[in-house]
């Protein structure tokens, strides 16, 4: 049998960082470590949006990544 833990949660505030001589869109990433595991994602966003006004750059996406380990349980039998 597996368990499923889990074992980090993060949210990752993508930004826009300009256009490149070529057109295409220059983005920057800012990390948000050790995001509850099971936030709400309205908690999340009301925590954004009291970081946007100390970022220089618009916010274009919001992104949650959770990381879950699944290790086998042995019974002992």
């Known amino acids: 049998m597996a368990i ?3 074992y980090s949660s993060s949210v990752n505030l993508r930004l ?3 256009v490149t001589g070529s057109g295409t869109m220059r983005t920057v ?3 948000i470590p050790r995001i509850m595991y099971a936030a709400d994602k309205d908690k999340i966003m009301s925590i954004v949006g009291a970081l946007l006004p100390c ?3 618009p916010l ?3 992104l949650r ?3 879950t ?3 086998n ?3 002992g039998v």
Do not use: K
Request: hydrophobic share 35%; charged share 20%; proline share 0%.
């Open 65 to 67: 990544t959770e990381q």
């Open 60 to 62: 274009i996406r919001v």
């Open 29 to 31: 990433t800012v990390s």
């Open 16 to 18: 826009n960082n300009g």
């Open 4 to 6: 499923e833990s889990a």
């Open 73 to 75: 349980y042995y019974s």
């Open 69 to 71: 380990v699944i290790e």
């Open 55 to 57: 970022l220089e750059l």
